[in-house]
């Protein structure tokens, strides 16, 4: 028997959730919003923001999570330090079951974001932690002044090329097309670099090492060869992919993953959101997340206290 | 013959058409910014921002424009501070008529945004300036300790009538509605005001005063009777309609005239977008129009460049 009722359950503590619970708070609701980690999400891997616009360019990414926290407290809206192992439908509602305690929920709001994709290869699993990583900023100085390898060819990947030649000696971009997918200013900024080699046409077949990252096996797709390149670390940048598995089997998802929503982050099912990185969508940044979530807080207001929003 | 080449025309000076900016010049174009009047759009109007995600809460609206400035010009961006009188298309790109010259742009973003709505009736338009205002924050002020009148029913005329409380004697809230349309705090801020009347099923018929406003003639519609007040002034706060007369004949817009676009802010035409308070849109806020202003800025680079953008 659900011990607590709540009005609006909010799961997942990146940007979007946020925003999420500063409007459907400030509307009138008392929404709870379930973190697994501390509150941030990917903003937490992030170096420096330069693109959201009213913040200062150059701002650091922990000075985002900070004010985000700020207004957070200053809401008081509640915030729960769990993760959220299931969610169920019944006639009174959505069923929230945390680590630690089961929530009988009106609403929800999805905004579990999103986690880097593998490469799905030997090696890459058991040498998590030992040189395979999936952030520079987080791992990048450990392998100050060595040989390191980054796997990708969209802006993530320029951009941990880039933050990665600061610190390393060499640098590989190791991408499977001859040419990138990133952002021009991105792409010049990488080609100007002395340190970064351009990998083109070029997978990555192999991690290995015994106990720490030795070494990539590559292959070479036009010519059809096997290349060894000995690295310490190994940055896998191929693209993110949503966290949406407990949620499958209750919203529409498309063939990645992602939750379909329409334009007021309504989900396939009746009062059940989502926004930000869990949630198909044409642009991924931290300026839409925050929108998405804004919109979603006052979908949920608006659904179930019955008011028109006129702006 | 126009004169000038360009990739971008952005027009609106904005939030929206700033973030348009700050995003497209970003990934490599080269954007033009029209505003004729200062940069800030709407923002200038705004006494505080509360909710405005990773900004902190209690911001003054002017400070918002402050960044918004400061980040086009560390980006260089182009601002020309001119009206565009006509747009027309032709075989070569989008022909952009300013108040002093000619441009031919390759692609164009329309974010000029919208203006308060008029009531239409006796008197409004001859004593605009002389006690009918549209904005309580530019001009409550000049009517310190008198009784006023604020028309409307929605967020913003529960916000208009907020803020006179504190200045004026008296505010009277004239609604033709039985209940408001606002948010729920913001009814239970204004109902706790002893100094704000609520005026039900009414309109307004007529605004009189020489040279001056001196009251407004009411009409009981479930009475149907009219009644005299005196005032020294009328806040207009019915809404807003979009500034999007001048492209009407270029791409569709809706019943009320706002312009129509898909999720990536496409409207009807190729190489044309929309984003901001002139788009048919499910939430006007700050926060929806800046990434709003992203994604237009995006799509526009994308369209142009044909680069495929991941996040």
């Known amino acids: 028997m659900p011990a607590k009722n709540i009005d609006l359950t909010i799961i997942g503590g990146g940007i979007a959730g946020i925003s999420a619970a500063i409007y459907s708070h400030r509307a009138g609701l008392n929404p709870i919003i379930f973190e697994k980690n501390v509150l941030g999400g990917q903003l937490l891997y992030i170096d420096t923001v330069d693109n959201y616009p009213a913040v200062y360019p150059h701002t650091p990414g922990i000075k985002f999570v900070d004010v985000l926290n700020s207004t957070l407290q200053e809401f008081k809206v509640n915030f729960i330090n769990e993760s959220v192992e299931k969610v169920e439908l019944s006639d009174n509602g959505i069923v929230i079951y945390s680590e630690n305690d089961t929530y009988l929920s009106q609403a ?6 999103a986690k880097p994709k593998r490469l799905g290869i030997e090696g890459e699993d058991l040498l998590i932690g030992k040189g395979v990583s999936f952030c520079a900023i987080c791992d990048g100085f450990f392998f100050k002044d060595k040989d390191v390898a980054v796997v990708g060819g969209g802006n993530s990947a320029v951009e941990e090329a880039l933050y990665l030649s600061h610190i390393c000696k060499k640098v590989y971009l190791i991408h499977r097309r001859d040419k990138l997918r990133a952002l021009d200013y991105l792409q010049k900024e990488l080609f100007s670099k002395n ?8 997978t990555v077949e192999k991690i290995y090492g015994e106990g ?3 070494g990539v096996v590559l292959k070479n797709l036009v010519e059809d060869k096997k290349i060894n390149f000995s690295v310490s670390a ?5 693209g993110i992919e949503p966290v949406t598995e407990i949620f499958k089997s209750i919203v529409d998802t498309d063939r990645d993953g992602y939750i379909i929503t329409d334009e007021w982050m309504h989900t396939s099912r009746k009062l059940i959101y989502a926004c930000g990185d869990c949630r198909r969508r044409p642009l991924r940044q931290l300026i839409t997340a925050a929108s998405e979530g804004a919109i979603a807080g ?9 008011n028109y929003i006129s702006q």
Chains 1, 2 share one sequence.
Request: charged residues 20%.
């Open 298 to 306: 006052l979908s949920a207001y608006k659904d179930l206290r019955g």
């Open 108 to 113: 929800l709001i999805i905004a579990t974001g």
């Open 212 to 214: 720490r990252v030795e």
């Open 234 to 238: 190994v940055f896998i940048a191929i």
């Open 195 to 202: 340190n970064v080699e351009l990998v083109w046409n070029t």
